[in-house]
Each structure stands twice: as structure tokens, then as C-alpha cells.
């Protein structure tokens, strides 16, 4: 979610219904009612979107395990990472700036233009035999376009749902949660029929299709405001704010290892359990699947029982999660507990993506909300960059899976009680106060 848009999305109703003229008068602005027809076509456009872009990077995994066997077989699994490591960046980076433009020009000027980057780089990975092919490709041209395609939904279906917005964000986020069950078991389909470069350039008209209707149904509830050309795009003197600091280092290091198994665990599962590449590829279907639940339902549960009281259990779940049920089967492999571990993993990781921006809003006062939201997504871009290659980096060294594990809970876990921290110093120890 970008970092100035955020100050119009994430308003109260009030200030969205009122304007001021010459700074004193007030008059009413045309704004169209909350929710409606609009708001609603908003919402599938937006999932349309997620679905394409988010839902594409949530099957990583198939991706690793196709280069890892065949074209890039001589390069190790943390360089191969890379290529996936730039998407999920690139998916936060130009954040800002494509939230500023969203704010003066509308939503159109960024999706229509990323939505033919999109499409335009997976047919240039359908041609790509090289690994500086495919990580110009795949990681920088789809990671951009998939970043404004991102950053306008998140704008746009957070401007039109005010009251009911966290179960509205669940349903879009749940978009990319559909994907990623969608495409891990389209690609591997589609390859054994006719190979794996046909199966991208499908891949990319399904995707092109898609973006069109977000094209069509996308639109901004609010007016566009001048270009802010003095506003600050990051700040780091707003970690002298506790609660912000403690939640955004907690988040960079749950983000460094909530994706060791999308990416990671169709090879373990190969390499360990005696799966087929069709049944390891469709764990990541079950992640993803599970995930579609723990997105909705926790977006909608954190609306009643507080952001942050939700967020920490969720984070603690995933934690939870890996050290007892993805650990323990390096010793007694078993597929029906890597699917268990799959499933119950997606639901805990959903929900954990679901509540990150909402948190990050929520985490200090609505005058710094653009800046902090700026600051907040740099820190998460690095955290994205870098944990998959060290994730791999690990797995060389060892040759095993377990260093890989390890490092990914003990993450996820240390993020936790940072995350718990920040709750606390918003609100207190107080279980029962809803922060």
C-alpha cells in the first residue's frame, strides 16, 4: 500500500465527507456513498488484480523447482531465489510513488500501464534461456507492474469500504490467495501438454485477461488532490515512536521467513517424502488454499477483537506451525503431514498478510500516516529481498532442510513477540482492550 495514498484511504468518514476552502470555509465535496455498486465492482476488479499479480507470486515455488531441475540446474537454489526475492521487493518498493501519482492522476494512469508491463514481461520470460533473461523478466518487469496493480487496489477498495474495510481487504487480498491455488496446478498442467514456455505465454494471456477487467472495474471514491512535491516519501526519525519501531522490525523479521515454504517446500517434499513433481507442485495449491480463510476471517475478526490483538496470535500461530508440524516430518516423512503443515501454514501466513497494512495504519498518529507508510514499506522491501537467498544460501551449505526451518520460525517467532511488544506499548497489558 503506498505511502501518501494511504492518508485518503485510511481517513475517517468525516474528514473523507468534508473539504476546506481558503482554510476555514467548509464545503461538501462530491463524494459518492460508501460501498455501493461502484464499491462493489471496486472489490472485483481489485481481486482480479491481486489475483494476477500477488496470486502469480504466491506460486514461487513451482518456479523454484522447474529452474532448479532444468534450465538454471547449474546454479544453486539461493541464486536462483533471487529472481523471486525481486519480485516480492519490487512488490513494495515504488510503493510511494505509485500511491502519489494514484492521489493526483487516479488509479488508470498506473494500472493500465502495469497491467501491459505485466503481461509484456512474462511473454519476454517465455523466451528467456538465460538467468539474466529471466531475472530481468520475471523479477524487475513483473515486479513493477505487479507493484501498481498492488498499490491500486489497496487504495481503491480501502477509499470506497470505511466501516466494513478489513473485511473488504480480506476479500481482495483472499484474490491473490485464489491465484496462488490456481496457477500452481494451471502451470504444471499446461507444461506437460505442451512444455514449460508455452505454459508461461498461457499464463500471461490468462493474466492479461484478467487485468483487463481490473482496468474496467478499478476506480478511485475520492478526488484527486495536487501533486505533494514537499511531502516527505520516508522519515526514519519516526522509529523514536516505540510501538512503530517495535512493529516494523517485528514485521521485517516474520516477512524473513514466511515464505521459506512457499518457495521451498515443493523441493524438500521432492527431495524427502518421495512426492511426484505434480503432488509437490500442488502444496503450494494447499497453501494458498488455506490462506483464502485465514485472510477473510481474520481481516473480519480483527474488525471486532483489535488489529494487533489478532495480528500477535496469528504471527505466533505460523511459528507455531513450523517448529511442530513442518520440522518434525525431516525425520518421519509422511504426505499426508506435509499437506496438514500446508494447509494449516496458509491459513496462519493469510492472515498474517491480511493485517500487516491495517497494523502498520494503526501503529502511530494519522498526521505521519503517508510518511509512515513510506518507511514501513522500504524496511519490507529489504526484508523480502533478502530472506529467500539466505533461506537458500542455508540450504547449500547444509544440504538439508532442517537450517532452513529453523531459521524461518526462529524469524517468524522473535518477529512475533516484537509484534506483541508494539501491541502492548499501544495499549497496554490489558488482553481485553481491542488495539
Partial sequence: MPAESSETSLTTPQREEEGTVNGSEKTQISIPPEEGLAGWLSIIGCSCGLFSTFGFLNAVGVFQTFYQANILSEYTPSTISWI???QLCLMWLPGPLFGRIIDTYGPRPVIIP????CVFSLCMTSLSTKYYQIILAQGLGFGIGACGIFTASFVCAGQWFIRRRGLALGI????SSLGGVIFPIFVNKVTLD?????AVRYTALLIGILLAISCCFITARLPPKPWNSKGKWIDVTLFKDRSFALYTVGSFLVMWGL???FDYLPSMAQATSSFSVSMSIYLISIINAGSIPGRVIM????????YFNMMSIISLSSAIAIFALWIPFDYTPSHAALMVFAAVYGYTSGGFISLLMPCAAKSGSLETLGTRFGTFQLVMAFSCLTGLPIEGAILAEEGA?????????CC?????VLVAGARVSLGGWSLKKLI
Fill in 84 to 86: 523471486f526475492a525481486l
Fill in 194 to 198: 505442451i512444455g514449460f514456455y508455452g
Fill in 299 to 306: 481481516a473480519a475478526l480483527a474488525d471486532k477483537y483489535g
Fill in 259 to 261: 515464505w521459506a515454504p
Fill in 114 to 117: 502495469c497491467s501491459v508491463l
Fill in 172 to 175: 481482495v487480498t483472499g484474490g
Fill in 401 to 409: 532442510f532442517l537450517g532452513l526451518q529453523l531459521f524461518a520460525a
Fill in 412 to 416: 517468524i517467532l522473535t518477529g512475533t
